[in-house]
């Protein structure tokens, strides 16, 4: 679904005339921040977090490569690469951004194509449960059934990857075969494991694809928590009134203050600009319940020490509109939001709060080599 979402936008003038039908998000106070770049040259970085040890790691989802190729279920033709990779950086040391895994699965439009490289899927999100214990979510954006189509290699996309701070690592469970298994939402089947959140016992992640939020057991068994609603919205493309299902795209997952699980959503078609909601799903499990709406097109979320949620669009005005600018969001603990940070976050693709009170943001998130991570004081 994310893989399609990013060819909309780049094919997003031609439908600019007709965004005004899609109703806009609330009004927010603004508090523009500064942007410190404080990590460049990163290929396609989407997640990031803090380890035990205080260093940041970053998913890098790669470059892709010149093969084997495939046509995913969107359709999109991609060609795979072991560039997909994690960087480690400590924020208080110059020059310490470093690679520590390197030749990670990566799927991308292949070299030679107009828009090579960008948009991969591959390292998508990176969590920690403990010192030596990191974990990586690689995406892939298709029925799982397709893989086949890749050879070998097809059966590294749709995994959970475990890795220690020393470079090694080794493929873990098969997160998209629970979807082709069990389907929780009944539709279409179509997997793309995103966002992760590392418990103790547990692995939870986001499956963008089957519109679901799921668990991986410390015996590897993997079940569902919860499926996020198909919402019937305005079509942009359409006049007044005519509407067409939107699917819930769940792309971020974090634990709360009050130990439940909060789960940000990008949407599917049309990406109404305030569409998308966060939701708040019991730890064990459940129907998801809203815990903040008027959002557009969510990427990640994190809580802050002073039970403040930020939440990071990767399309700040919608993906249809052509305008890649992002934004950062504070809502507080009353319900107030407030616009950190917009001016210079272009696709922005994950959200850490740092030990030292500021907001870590990877930027760039669809490009390969232009990739940053940003450092903001709210």
């Known amino acids: 679904m994310l893989r399609h979402a990013w060819r909309l936008a780049a094919a997003a003038a031609a439908a600019a005339a ?14 523009q921040a ?26 890098e989802a790669g470059t892709g490569g010149a093969g084997p190729c495939f046509t995913t279920s969107e359709p999109a033709f991609v060609c795979y690469g072991a560039t997909g990779a994690i960087t480690r950086l400590n924020p208080a040391v110059p020059a310490s951004q470093t690679r520590i895994i390197t030749g990670l699965p990566s799927l991308a439009p292949p070299p ?11 390292p998508v999100d990176v969590d920690f449960q403990g010192r030596g214990n990191g974990y990586v979510t690689i995406g ?24 220690q701070p020393n470079g090694k690592y080794k493929f873990d469970a098969d997160l998209s075969a629970f979807e082709a298994l069990a389907n929780p939402d009944g539709a279409q089947v179509d997997s793309n494991p995103y966002g992760l959140l590392a418990l103790p ?24 928590l919860a499926v996020f609603p198909t919402r019937d919205v305005q079509n942009p493309f359409a006049p007044p009134g005519v509407m067409v299902p939107m699917q819930a795209v769940p792309t971020t ?21 305030g569409g998308a909601r966060v939701y708040r ?5 459940g129907t998801p319940e809203i815990y903040a709406d008027g959002f557009t097109n969510i990427i990640d979320i994190a809580f802050a020490p002073d039970g403040s949620l930020y939440v990071l669009e990767i399309f700040g005005n919608g993906l249809l509109s052509g305008d890649q600018t992002g934004a950062l969001i504070r809502v507080a603990p009353d319900g ?20 030292d009170g500021a907001l870590y943001v990877t930027n760039h998130s669809i490009s390969p080599g232009g990739g940053e991570v940003v450092r903001i004081v709210p």
């Open 140 to 163: 892939l954006g298709s029925d799982p059934a397709l893989r086949v189509d890749l050879g070998t290699v097809g059966s590294q996309f749709g995994r959970l990857v475990r890795f």
């Open 336 to 355: 107030t939001k407030t616009t950190i940070a917009s001016d210079g976050l272009v696709t922005p693709g994950g959200v850490a709060v740092g030990p």
């Open 18 to 31: 007709v965004i005004a039908l899609v109703a806009p998000a609330a009004a927010r106070l603004q508090a």
């Open 253 to 273: 997952v974090t634990i709360g203050p009050d130990g439940a699980l909060y789960v940000g959503q990008l949407t599917g078609f049309p990406f109404p600009v």
């Open 112 to 122: 030679g194509s107009a828009d090579a490289g960008t948009r991969a899927g591959g």
């Open 34 to 59: 500064t942007l410190q770049v404080i990590a460049q040259g990163l290929d396609n970085p989407r997640g990031l977090n803090f380890g035990p040890e205080g260093n940041l790691y970053v998913a």
């Open 281 to 285: 799903v019991p730890a064990v499990g």
């Open 201 to 224: 016992g547990r692995q939870v992640f986001t499956d963008a694809g089957g519109n679901a939020l799921n668990a991986v057991a410390a015996n590897g068994s993997i079940s569902n």
